[in-house]
C-alpha cells in the first residue's frame, strides 16, 4: 500500500510516498479505499511538530484527516457499512492517515458520502463542516434571527461556515481580501470587508456569534462586537504558535493559561466562550451531507490535484492564498 509519509518534523519536503503496511482493522473499524482527501492547515502544523504534545504521535506517520472513499472491508462489530459502500469521514486527530491508498477508520467517525457531489469534492468538506457545524449550531440551532461574523471567509472551514449560518437564515459578515468578496457574496456573506482597511471590530457591533479562525489578538477584538450572551468560538488557540515558540511540553502550558484567561474574560463579559476542535461525529457527517444534496452547502475547491504532488500541495497551503480547499487523488 502506499502512503504519504514523514519520518523527521519540518517543512513539505519532509513528505515521502513509500510502500506502508496494510491498516490493522479492528472489531468496530471499516476499511476504505481512498478515493481522494484533502490538506488541512493541522496537517501541516502536524508535520512541523508544533501540535505534538496535543497530538502524541509517533514518526514515522501517515498525516489526512478527510477522506472520500469506498468501503473494502468491516470489522466484526460493524453494523451500518457493508462493502462497496461509498463514504466520507474525518477521523479522529489521534488517528488520521488518509494519505494513503487504503485507511481503517472507526465505525463511529464515517457516514454515507452526498450522492450529488464526486468523491474529490466530497473529501473537501468532513473536517471544515464538522468545525463550522460545531462552531455554529449550538447558538443557530436556538432559532430567531441571528448575526454572525465568520473570520476568513475564503479559507477551508469560513466558506462552509457561511453556508452553514445562511442555511439557518442568519445575516453573516465576514472578512475576506477584495478579491475574495465575490467569491464570499456568492455563498451568501451580507458583509464582505476588507481586512487590510476596515477594522471588523470597528464596523460591526450586536453580532450573536462570532467564529475566529486568527488567534488571541482577533478573539480580544471579537469579544466588543458581540451582544451579552453571544457565541464566541475559537478554532485558533495559538498551541502551533506558542509550541513553535516555547516547544510542546511549554507550549502546551502556554496554551492552557491563555484558555483560562479566554473563558474567565467571556464568563465576565457574559459571553459563552468556546474553543472547538473537531470532534468525530456521524450524525453531523449524516447532516451535512443532506445540506449538500439539498444545495444548502457547495464545496469550494482551489484545486485537485494527484498524491504524487502532495509536497506541492503543502507548499501552496502555507502560502495562504488557497481559496477554499486543495485537494488530493489517485496515485
Known amino acids: 500500500m502506499k502512503a504519504a509519509v514523514f519520518y523527521e518534523h519540518g517543512g ?11 491498516p490493522v482493522v479492528g472489531p468496530r473499524d471499516v476499511l476504505v479505499a481512498v478515493r481522494a482527501t484533502s490538506v488541512n492547515p493541522v496537517d501541516a502544523k502536524c508535520r512541523e511538530g508544533k501540535n505534538r504534545a496535543a497530538f502524541r504521535y509517533r514518526l514515522p506517520w501517515i498525516l489526512g484527516l478527510d477522506v472520500s472513499g469506498v468501503v473494502e472491508g468491516v470489522g466484526g462489530q460493524v453494523t451500518r457499512f457493508e462493502v462497496g459502500d461509498e463514504v466520507w469521514s474525518t477521523p479522529s486527530h489521534r488517528r488520521p492517515g488518509t494519505y494513503a491508498e487504503r485507511v481503517a477508520i472507526d465505525e463511529g467517525a ?12 466530497a473529501a473537501s468538506l468532513p473536517l471544515v463542516g464538522l468545525t463550522a457545524m460545531q462552531c455554529l449550531l449550538p447558538r443557530l440551532e436556538r432559532g430567531g434571527p441571528q448575526r454572525v461574523f465568520i473570520q476568513a471567509g475564503s479559507g477551508g472551514v469560513g466558506t462552509v461556515a457561511i453556508q452553514i449560518a445562511k442555511a439557518h437564515g442568519a445575516w453573516v ?25 476596515e477594522a471588523f471590530d470597528e464596523v460591526l457591533s450586536d453580532i450573536d456569534i462570532v467564529l475566529d479562525s486568527l488567534g488571541e489578538e482577533a478573539r480580544n477584538k471579537a469579544m466588543k462586537i458581540l451582544v451579552r450572551g453571544g457565541r464566541l468560538a475559537t478554532i485558533n488557540a495559538d498551541l502551533a504558535k506558542l509550541g513553535g515558540r516555547y516547544g510542546p511540553t511549554l507550549g502546551l502550558v ?12 467571556t464568563m465576565v463579559r457574559g459571553i459563552e466562550g468556546a474553543n472547538v476542535i473537531k470532534r468525530i461525529n456521524s450524525k453531523q457527517l449524516a447532516q ?14 482551489d484545486s485537485i490535484r494527484p498524491m504524487t504532488e502532495i509536497v506541492d500541495a503543502h507548499t501552496h497551503l502555507e502560502t495562504g492564498r488557497a481559496r477554499g480547499k486543495i485537494v488530493l487523488e489517485g496515485w
Open 12 to 22: 513539505p519536503e519532509v513528505l515521502r510516498i513509500e510502500d506502508v503496511a496494510e
Open 110 to 121: 464515517l457516514s454515507l458520502k452526498p450522492e450529488s457531489i464526486s468523491h474529490a469534492h
Open 173 to 197: 459578515a465576514t472578512t475576506s481580501s477584495p478579491r475574495n468578496h465575490p467569491l464570499v457574496t456568492e455563498l451568501g456573506a451580507d458583509r464582505p470587508i476588507d481586512y487590510r482597511t
Open 254 to 265: 502556554a496554551t492552557g493559561l491563555k484558555l483560562v484567561s479566554f473563558y474567565a474574560r
Open 288 to 301: 451535512l451531507a443532506a445540506m449538500v444534496d439539498a444545495g444548502q452547502v457547495k464545496p469550494v475547491i
